[in-house]
């Protein structure tokens, strides 16, 4: 698995437009991790990043491209 973060939309499809049409791709939509806390402003992303975590052990092995898009802060 290879793992990509970009930041909004304009460098999301910049970044796929790049990216191999033969590749699998999961893109995960996350809000953008404060200085602060180094967690995201989103709860519901903060309650699930141990599941995303534990899947990403889970598909290490498997030739898949996952793209973490940052989709900026609260007032965004």
Known sequence: MKQIEVFGHDELSKKISELPKDEVIIIYFVGTKLEETGKSWC????????????????LKSLNVIFLVCNVGNKEE
């Open 43 to 58: 709860s519901d992303c903060v309650k699930a990043e141990p599941s995303i975590e534990e899947t990403l052990l889970e």
